[in-house]
Antibody, heavy 117, light 110 residues
């Protein structure tokens, strides 16, 4: 059974770059699934950030596209998120997830990222 | 870009009652690629329904999804104590590929 675990710094300064990694266990990242990032600001709803296939193909949310880069490391069975020029508005719980039938069928537990000076 | 609207914002019910949650899209949802998630405080969302009406693995049959086009419904036939939570709908758009979530409906104990 596939499990996902997010990791990365919990605190960032404004204008910095947010970098998170999602480790995939219990299965290979090189399947027919896409791998997504989703975030949830405190007390608010869910926002899809983007997705990546093991080949490196990506799709991004247009609202974040200019600041987001997703990458995959098949040797480590993990994928990563980079978000540049962060502000307080990027403070959120960040989840990684495995896509299923046009949905997100497996989720990590999430990691909290706070942007503050 | 499609906008999803969920109603009501909050649904106050008692255990054993039936819950009916609505998700309306501003445009036709491509191929009825509409999913529902449950989220409890401090937890990640859990997939309940995909493809508008297909239950995800391990989801009890008291959860059912229906609808097509722009109007979709999640029904919880008899609320169990563990069902009081937030529920989100999500659609998948193909051009460009994009997942969009609704704002959520909170089901709380009356």
């Amino acid at each position: 059974q596939v499990q996902l675990q997010e990791s990365g710094p919990g605190l960032l300064k404004p204008s910095g770059t947010l970098s998170l990694t999602c480790a995939v266990s219990g299965g290979s990242i090189s399947t027919d699934n896409w791998w997504s990032w989703v975030r949830q600001p405190p007390g608010m709803g869910l926002e899809w950030i983007g997705e990546i296939f093991h080949s490196g193909s990506t799709n991004y949310n247009p609202s974040l596209k200019s600041r987001v880069t997703l990458s995959v490391d098949k040797s480590k069975n993990q994928f990563s998120l980079n978000l540049t020029s962060v502000t307080a508005a990027d403070t959120a719980v960040y989840y990684c997830a495995r896509s299923g039938y046009y949905c997100l069928e497996v989720w990590g537990k999430g990691t909290t990222v706070t942007v503050s000076s | 870009e499609i906008v999803l609207t969920q109603s009501p914002g909050t649904l106050s019910l008692s255990p054993g009652e039936r819950a009916t949650l609505s998700c309306r899209a501003s445009q036709t949802v491509y191929n009825n690629y509409l999913a529902w998630y449950q989220q409890k405080p401090g937890q990640a969302p859990r997939l309940l329904i995909y493809g508008a009406s297909r239950r995800a693995t391990g989801i009890p049959d008291r959860f059912s999804g229906s609808g097509s086009g722009t109007d979709f419904t999640l029904i919880i036939s008899r609320l169990e104590p563990e069902d009081f939570a937030l529920y989100y709908c999500q659609q998948y758009g193909s051009s460009p590929p994009l997942l969009i979530f609704g704002p959520g409906t909170k089901v709380d104990i009356k």
